[in-house]
């Protein structure tokens, strides 16, 4: 089965810089991947995916590059702010199939 | 809409006591799932049904058992409660498309104590 592996687990950012999470994965078939924010006591909530026909995608401050070949994928977020503060969990999926594996989570602290 | 819904937020059980977390969504969606979310382990899919009357096992079933027999609902029953067991649980849906995996809609989590 699929295997995702996240890193860094905690992160801290200086309000206004950049913050990069990464992540690999393992089965090649994997062609969707999510990223979710979990805030303090609520589920996760999906801010950016990706698939696999395409190599970067951008929405604002969040952008995600993927690179197929290498099986890793990463979040980009620039121009941190506090409400950036959250749990970031990546995911990965085969197509045709909804089932989501994911990654242990990265806990990303903005230092205003 | 109220999206995602999960019934009760919290509970605690005894060991060997057995109760039924609710979930429920009202967007028409075909597939749902449950997950549990332990520290430092992100979230593990327990088991996930792909319409009303299909269900499968997913990565940590054990202990679990789910029914699908409207495309609403989807409770999650967990038989003997364990102290193993104590998590979140989420519940999850999705349009699940022809196109491919869809954007997935959790639930606000229900934090379950066994002691």
């Known amino acids: 089965g699929e295997n995702v592996e996240q890193h860094p687990s905690t992160l801290s950012v200086q309000e206004g810089d950049s913050a990069v999470i990464k992540c690999t994965y393992s089965?090649?078939?994997?062609?969707?991947f999510p990223w979710y924010k979990q805030e303090l006591g609520k589920g996760p909530q999906l801010i950016i995916d990706?698939?696999?026909?395409?190599g970067e995608k951008k929405d604002q401050r969040i952008a995600v590059t993927l690179n197929k070949t290498a099986k890793h994928f990463s979040l980009h977020i620039t121009e941190t702010q506090p409400e950036d503060s959250a749990v970031y969990f990546c995911?990965?999926?085969?197509?045709?199939?909804?089932?989501?594996?994911f990654g242990t989570g990265t806990r990303l602290t903005i230092i205003p | 809409n109220a999206g995602v819904t999960q019934t009760p937020k919290f509970q605690v059980l005894k060991t060997g006591q057995s109760m039924t977390l609710q979930c429920a969504q009202d967007?028409?969606?075909?597939?749902m799932s449950w997950y549990r979310q332990d520290p430092g382990m992100g979230l593990r899919l327990i088991h996930y049904?792909?319409?009303?009357?299909?269900?499968d096992q997913g990565e940590v079933p054990n202990g679990y058992n789910v029914s699908r027999s409207t495309t609403e609902d989807f409770p999650l029953r967990l038989l003997s409660a364990a102290p193993s067991q104590t998590s979140v649980y989420f519940c999850?849906?999705?349009?699940?498309?022809?196109?491919?995996?869809?954007?997935?809609?959790f639930g606000p989590g229900t934090r379950l104590t066994v002691l």
């Open positions: 999850a849906s999705s349009y699940a498309a022809s196109g491919g995996p869809d954007t997935q809609y």
């Open positions: 089965d090649s078939a994997s062609n969707y």
């Open positions: 990706i698939r696999s026909n395409v």
């Open positions: 995911a990965a999926a085969d197509f045709g199939n909804e089932k989501l594996t």
């Open positions: 967007m028409n969606h075909e597939y």
């Open positions: 049904s792909v319409g009303a009357g299909i269900t």
